[in-house]
């Protein structure tokens, strides 16, 4: 339990905490607090869910901690605060820090367990969540508990990253964290099936200019 008492100037203040469930955010992104629901929406577009837990991370990762599951590479950064780990966790060393995942390649969903503890891991309750995406696409909410549940279905371009922070006026300190990374990812065709694709591509092609 390392994380580092900090006071900070920087507390997110005067937000609406407000959660959205299936709501479009953006023209190409649609946000959910229901994990049954995001994962039917996943398995639905045709893509499978991947899931990071963070059981065999321990202690002080400095800042910044690598991953990978289903064939996506994860990044985890927070370059003012430090990444920690601990009771199958993932947070950072200092309080009111962000902490940014950055995927390779882009997932089409991403989303996680996602809410504030205190320096000993304790879920604080009624902790506004902000998330933003690597189109820009923003959500801010309210947390109370380790099941609260954030995620995200993009229809447009993939996913390339997800900053979360945490915060509570007059708490003292909030770390974020975060528990079960959940990524969705997009079927790759066979190398026989993009050949086929091709082809007949270039016979729709042919057909057109005949």
């Known amino acids: 339990?390392?994380?580092?008492?900090?006071?900070?100037?920087?507390?997110?203040?005067?937000?609406?905490?407000?959660?959205?469930?299936?709501?479009?955010?953006?023209?190409?992104?649609?946000?959910?607090?229901?994990?049954?629901?995001?994962?039917?929406?996943?398995?639905?577009?045709?893509?499978?869910?991947?899931?990071?837990?963070?059981?065999?991370?321990?202690?002080?990762?400095?800042?910044?901690?690598?991953?990978?599951?289903?064939?996506?590479?994860?990044?985890?950064?927070?370059?003012?605060?430090?990444?920690?780990?601990?009771?199958?966790?993932?947070?950072?060393?200092?309080?009111?820090?962000?902490?940014?995942?950055?995927?390779?390649?882009?997932?089409?969903?991403v989303g996680g367990n996602i809410f504030g503890t205190d320096i000993d891991y304790n879920a604080i309750a009624n902790v506004v969540i902000g998330v933003t995406l690597s189109n820009g696409t923003a959500y801010v909410g309210t947390s109370s508990s380790a099941a609260d549940f954030v995620g995200f279905i993009s229809n447009g371009a993939a996913i390339s990253s997800m900053t979360i922070s945490a915060s509570k006026e007059g708490a003292g300190q909030v770390y974020v964290t975060i528990d079960n990374l959940y990524l969705g990812i997009a079927p790759v065709p066979a190398p026989g099936a993009?050949?086929?694709?091709?082809?007949?591509?270039?016979?729709a092609g042919r057909r057109r200019r005949n």
């Open 1 to 109: 339990m390392q994380h580092t008492t900090f006071v900070s100037t920087t507390i997110l203040s005067g937000l609406c905490a407000t959660a959205f469930i299936a709501a479009p955010v953006s023209a190409a992104i649609t946000t959910f607090t229901d994990l049954s629901a995001w994962t039917a929406g996943v398995v639905g577009s045709g893509s499978t869910v991947a899931t990071q837990t963070f059981n065999s991370y321990s202690g002080d990762y400095g800042l910044s901690l690598s991953g990978s599951t289903g064939g996506i590479t994860w990044t985890a950064s927070s370059p003012d605060g430090g990444i920690y780990c601990d009771f199958g966790l993932l947070s950072t060393s200092e309080a009111y820090y962000s902490v940014k995942f950055d995927f390779a390649p882009g997932v089409k969903a």
């Open 194 to 203: 993009a050949a086929l694709i091709g082809l007949a591509g270039l016979v």
